[in-house]
């Protein structure tokens, strides 16, 4: 009979056990004192003292019901704690998020800081290039007298970044020369990872060289036909242009008007203030062979152009370029002001081996000027040269153009960084020129160079250039004019 009663209160225990709880005389305290916060001290949620082990209950008299009692306040305890340790796996979570979100909002260096905001909607980076250049001159030929000195032949400023994952942008200026000129200044949308449209001031479609980076330059200056006829109907003009973009293939049509920075007519008389020009440049670039060290690249680009002038010389073009270098303003090719075009040709071809740290590269031009009225011209120029890696870097590509050159060590930390020896040819012939006095100019040169890239970011460049023009502005007319240049540029870009 006491089992039975024994085991029917214990059932009723079970049943009725909120009816049963210790009174509020015997719970717990939640927080006492002298404990450490849940979580350690940083990132809690809970208060500064932790709970303490709950007290006993108070005695019934009725072991059963006592036992009842304590496991009672036990299991109460726990789901106490559980619940405790439930918010603070919660928060911490949180927290993880807000470390994260605060790292990718935190500025992270290379050479140049980037922001980014947390989802990848937008991101934010500087961008700058500094090249300050010395030149030494030696005459060899003809009565004009090279200045040496130094100078800054960039000196560019910008910022680019992306935002909605759709769009890219950038604006860019240079302050070398003592003067400010916008470079870029465009905004770029990505209609699928293949095709792009970009608007504003951006570099037209044209050559190898033309289209390059000037970060990745081999030589301190380009090829001289591609500094001439690039200044008549490509380099970075006001447009929109629609860009193909692969690993093998890529291709970019557009249409552009004149860059920002060309003046405007200055002339008051109404017959004497030309419109601004215009045209259509594209580029078409393929790499059959396509592997790490092992590159050949064909490409073809072209252009027209209508509503020329030079000045405020309407339907004129004036072609013209330094031997090489910058630091003198003396031209060694000069075609002088050939008026009466009305419209400016041109179709050339490109083509590039990669083999390991061998490079061979080369470019031919042709530029036809259309003159209704009268004669028509047409001119051409060409460049070819080799590069050799003595460190054994291999010049990579991508998207049709040269990109960065990343030595295998790096100056001041492991190594001297990385050493290239290059050797070109160029040559323009403006010597079809209508103007009496320029006839028969032409000009080419050889360049020998030693580049030493201390960094993917930083490098030195050494040039000796020896030259020579027929017929030059430089000199009386039918002279001759040989010459050298030692120059040498320190390059830093972020």
Not at 96 to 125: C, D, H, I, Y
Not at 223 to 233: D, E, I, L, Q, V
Not at 334 to 362: C, K, M, N, Q
Not at 459 to 473: A, E, I, M, Q
């Amino acid at each position: 009979m006491r089992l039975l009663l024994t085991a029917g209160v214990s059932l009723l225990a079970l049943v009725s056990a909120p009816a049963l709880a210790q009174s509020p005389e015997a719970s717990s305290d939640p927080t006492a004192p002298g404990e450490a916060p849940v979580g350690g001290t940083i990132d809690t949620i809970v208060e500064d003292d932790a709970p303490a082990p709950a007290a006993a209950p108070a005695s019934t008299g009725d072991p059963v019901l006592d036992r009842l009692n304590a496991l009672e306040a036990k299991v109460s305890q726990l789901e106490k704690r559980n619940a405790e340790l439930e918010q603070q796996a919660q928060f911490n979570q949180s927290r993880l998020e807000t470390v994260e979100t605060r790292a990718a909002k935190n500025v992270q260096f290379s050479w140049g800081p980037t922001f980014a905001e947390p989802t990848g909607n937008f991101t934010f980076k500087p961008r700058g290039v500094i090249e300050a250049d010395y030149a030494a001159f030696l005459e060899r030929a003809g009565g004009y007298d090279y200045n040496n000195g130094t100078g800054f032949r960039r000196a560019r400023i910008g910022l680019e970044g992306t935002a909605l994952k759709k769009f890219n942008y950038r604006i860019e200026v240079d302050f070398a020369g003592n003067a400010v000129s916008l470079t870029d200044a465009y905004l770029q949308y990505v209609l699928n990872p293949r095709f792009l449209i970009t608007a504003g001031q951006h570099k037209a479609p044209f050559g190898l060289e033309s289209n390059n980076s000037d970060n990745y330059n081999v030589f301190l200056e380009r090829g001289m036909f591609t500094n001439a006829f690039g200044n008549a109907g490509a380099e970075r003009r006001i447009g929109v242009s629609l860009g193909y973009v692969s690993d093998t293939l890529n291709a970019a049509v557009g249409l552009f008007g004149d860059n920002e920075s060309i003046s405007r007519s200055t002339a008051t008389a109404p017959t004497n203030t030309p419109d601004e020009s215009w045209g259509v440049n594209g580029r078409v670039t393929w790499e059959p062979v396509f592997e790490t060290g092992k590159i050949v690249h064909l490409g073809a680009s072209g252009f027209y152009r209508t509503s020329l002038k030079s000045g405020d010389t309407p339907d004129a073009v004036r072609l013209n370029d330094r031997p090489n270098i910058r630091i003198d303003n003396g031209n060694i090719a000069d075609s002088g002001v050939i008026t009466g075009v009305d419209t400016l040709r041109y179709l050339g071809g490109e083509a590039t081996g990669v083999f390991g740290p061998l490079t061979v590269a080369g470019e031919y031009g042709r530029l036809w000027l259309d003159r209704p009225s009268l004669q028509n011209e047409a001119f051409d120029g060409y460049y070819a040269y080799v590069t050799w890696f003595i460190t054994g870097e291999t010049r990579p590509f991508k998207n049709g153009n040269f990109d960065r050159v990343k030595p295998f060590t790096t100056f001041g930390q492991d190594g001297l960084g990385a050493f290239e020896l290059a050797l070109r040819y160029d040559h323009l012939s403006l010597a079809d020129t209508p103007v009496i006095a320029r006839s028969g100019n032409k000009a080419q040169s050889w360049t020998l160079g030693l580049n030493w890239y201390l960094t993917a970011n930083a490098k030195l460049l050494f040039n000796w250039v020896r030259f020579s023009g027929d017929n030059t502005p430089l000199d009386p007319v039918g002279s001759k004019t040989k010459g050298d240049a030692l120059a040498t540029r320190l390059h830093l870009d972020f």
